[in-house]
């Protein structure tokens, strides 16, 4: 009887509690709401002219959501973690996924590499794009 008396009172405090939303703030003062959103991956170009591009975007996602909650779909794998962002600057924290074995021509550790090196968010007709640390690349997301 304690413990759902515990969930109702933890479940109660949760749906009062304001949920901070992410929204990216560009540098002119517009902001756009980008959490709630599964963004799936369309390319990583990097300034050395290469590029990573998934065969099936759907296959490697990110969702922001409150409260700085991370979701991600890693090709055959799935995970979570954190993110803050602020303004336009954001970094993304994978701290847990699944563990099954992909295929040999999957993306999922390039993509997992590129979303830890993310730093910068911004929008352009209605993409996401993710700028890389050391100005190394760039990610695009769509809806």
């Known amino acids: ?31 756009t709401d980008i959490g709630g959103v599964t963004w799936k991956w369309q390319r990583t170009l990097y300034n050395n002219d290469t590029k990573g591009e998934p065969t099936d975007p759907s296959r490697y996602t990110i969702l922001l959501m409150p409260e700085g909650h991370l979701s991600v779909h890693l090709d055959c794998n799935a995970g979570g973690g954190r993110y ?14 699944t ?3 992909c295929p040999p021509e999957s993306l999922a550790q390039q993509f997992m590499k590129d979303l830890a090196a993310a730093r910068i968010a911004f929008m352009r007709d209605g993409k996401l794009y993710l700028d890389l640390m050391y100005d190394s690349g760039t990610m695009k997301f769509a809806r």
């Open 1 to 31: 009887m304690r413990l759902r008396a515990y969930l109702f009172t933890l479940l109660l405090t949760a749906s009062v509690l304001p949920l901070q939303a992410a929204t990216l703030t560009s540098g002119d003062g517009k902001t």
């Open 84 to 97: 803050t962002l602020e303004g336009s600057s954001l970094t993304l924290d994978v701290t847990h996924t």
């Open 99 to 101: 563990m099954a074995a």
